[in-house]
C-alpha cells in the first residue's frame, strides 16, 4: 500500500508505542496525587510541556493538553468569548472546528466576519482582513496551513495588521497541518494561541495541544478538579503527553521540509504525459509541499478514491472532518469550478516516504485515469 493521505492522518513512530507501554503500564500513576510516584510523573509532563515550547520558539506561555484539535480550537475560540460590542474575524477558509463554531457564534448573536481567499494562491487575503480589522476585533482566527490546498498564510504580515489595528486582540492560529512541518518562531509573531495534533505528525490519535500565551484570556470551556490551570480540568493523558512529546522529539522540520519537497517535485514530474494530455491536473498552490491537489476532468474525485485503493494507492478527498459532504467550499472560495472541485483528490505526503513509492504512485494514478477515461468517454 502507498499511502497518500496524510493530511488526515499519520502512521504512528513505533517509538510512541514503547512510550505508551512505559505510560500505561509502568508510569501509571495520577499527576494530581500526592505519591512520590506521582510527582514524578507530574514533573515528566513539565518536561513534556517545556520541550514542546522551545519547538514551536515560544518566549513565554504554556501548552494546555487536550483530546483533538478540534477542541483546542473550540477551547480558543468560545474561550475568548466576552460580552461587550466585540467583533470576531475568521477566514474563508477555514476548518470545520473553526468555521462551524464561527457560524455557531453568529446564530448566537454574535458578530462574525469570514475573510474571503486570494483566487490565485488560495491564503487569506491581507487587504481584506485589514478592511474588516478594528479596535472591536475580539479574535482573529486564522489557520496556518491549509488543509485542503496546502496554502501557507503569512503569520507575519497578519501579525503586523493585528498590533496596528487592533493590538488587544487574540490572534488564533490553526497550526495543526503547520506543526512540525512548517518551521515557526512563535515569538516573532503576536501569535496568542496556537492550535496543533498529534495524530497528524505521527503521534496517536486521542492527544492534541493549545498554545497559550497568555492564561487570562481565556476561560474553561467545562468546569472540574482545575486541572491545567483550570483551562481544561480532568486527570491528564499522561501517555499520549509523553508520545507526542516523543513524536516531537523524533522529526526534524526542516529537514523533513526539504525531503517533501523533493518528492513532491518528483511525484509531479512523473505522471504518464498520456494522462496529463487526457485532462489531469496539478493544481499547486504556492505553500505547504505536504499537500497538493489533482483534478481528473471527466472522472469524479470519489471514483479514482475507490478505483486507486483497489490499486493499493490510498488518497483523500479534502478534510476527513468533511468529505463525506457535497461540494468543498475551501475550493469554491479560490473560484475553482464545481466540474473540478467534483473531479479532484487531495494527494498529501509524508518525510519518511520513498522515491520509488512517489514515483511508483504517480504512475498508478496515470494509468487507473486513463483506464476510466477511456471507459467513461
Known amino acids: 500500500m502507498i499511502y497518500l493521505d496524510n493530511a488526515s ?36 509532563l513539565a518536561e513534556a510541556e517545556k520541550y514542546i515550547l522551545s519547538r514551536l520558539g515560544a518566549k ?90 496546502g496554502a501557507i498564510n503569512d503569520l507575519a504580515a497578519i501579525s503586523k495588521l493585528k498590533m496596528q489595528i487592533c493590538p488587544n486582540a487574540i490572534l488564533h492560529v490553526d497550526g495543526v497541518q503547520g506543526f512540525m512541518k512548517i518551521p515557526i518562531n512563535l515569538r516573532s509573531t503576536a501569535i496568542d494561541l496556537y492550535s496543533f495534533s498529534g495524530h497528524k505528525i505521527h503521534g496517536p490519535k486521542g492527544i492534541a495541544g493549545l498554545y497559550v500565551k497568555n492564561k487570562a484570556a481565556l ?21 499520549g503527553i509523553m508520545q507526542l512529546k516523543k513524536a516531537v522529539e523524533l522529526i526534524d522540520e526542516n529537514k523533513n521540509l526539504e525531503k517533501v519537497k523533493s518528492l513532491k517535485l518528483l511525484f509531479h514530474t512523473s505522471f504518464l504525459k498520456d494522462a496529463l494530455d487526457a485532462g489531469l491536473k496539478i493544481n499547486d498552490f504556492e505553500g505547504s509541499p505536504y499537500i497538493t491537489n489533482l483534478v481528473f476532468t471527466g472522472v469524479k474525485g470519489e471514483t479514482m478514491l475507490h478505483a486507486l485503493e483497489t490499486e493499493g494507492v490510498i488518497v483523500g478527498l479534502g478534510s476527513a472532518c468533511s468529505s463525506k459532504k457535497a461540494g468543498n467550499r475551501v475550493l469554491e472560495n479560490i473560484g475553482m469550478r464545481r466540474e473540478c472541485i467534483i473531479s479532484s483528490v487531495r494527494i498529501s505526503f509524508n518525510a519518511y516516504m520513498s522515491e520509488d513509492e512517489v514515483k511508483t504512485a504517480a504512475e498508478i494514478i496515470s494509468k487507473v485515469y486513463l483506464d476510466i477515461k477511456k471507459r467513461v468517454s
Open 60 to 149: 513565554e506561555g504554556n501548552i494546555i493538553f487536550t483530546g483533538c484539535a478540534t477542541e483546542s480550537n473550540n477551547l480558543a475560540i468560545r474561550g475568548s468569548l466576552r460580552t461587550g460590542d466585540y467583533e470576531y474575524v475568521f477566514s474563508a477558509g477555514e476548518h470545520p472546528s473553526v468555521e462551524n463554531v464561527a457560524k455557531r457564534l453568529q446564530l448566537e448573536g454574535y458578530k462574525v466576519h469570514f475573510v474571503p481567499l486570494d483566487k490565485e494562491y488560495g491564503y487569506v487575503d491581507l487587504e481584506k482582513l485589514k478592511e474588516v480589522l478594528s479596535e472591536k476585533t475580539r479574535l482573529i482566527s486564522i489557520m496556518h496551513v491549509s488543509n485542503e490546498t
Open 219 to 239: 476561560k474553561p470551556l467545562f468546569e472540574g478538579g482545575g486541572q491545567q490551570f483550570g483551562l481544561r480540568s480532568g486527570t491528564e493523558n499522561v501517555s
Open 9 to 44: 492522518t499519520t502512521k504512528m513512530f513505533n517509538e510512541c508505542a514503547d512510550v505508551h507501554k512505559t505510560f500505561s503500564c509502568n508510569e501509571y500513576f495520577n499527576p494530581s496525587a500526592m505519591s512520590a510516584k506521582s510527582v514524578e510523573v507530574s514533573r515528566h
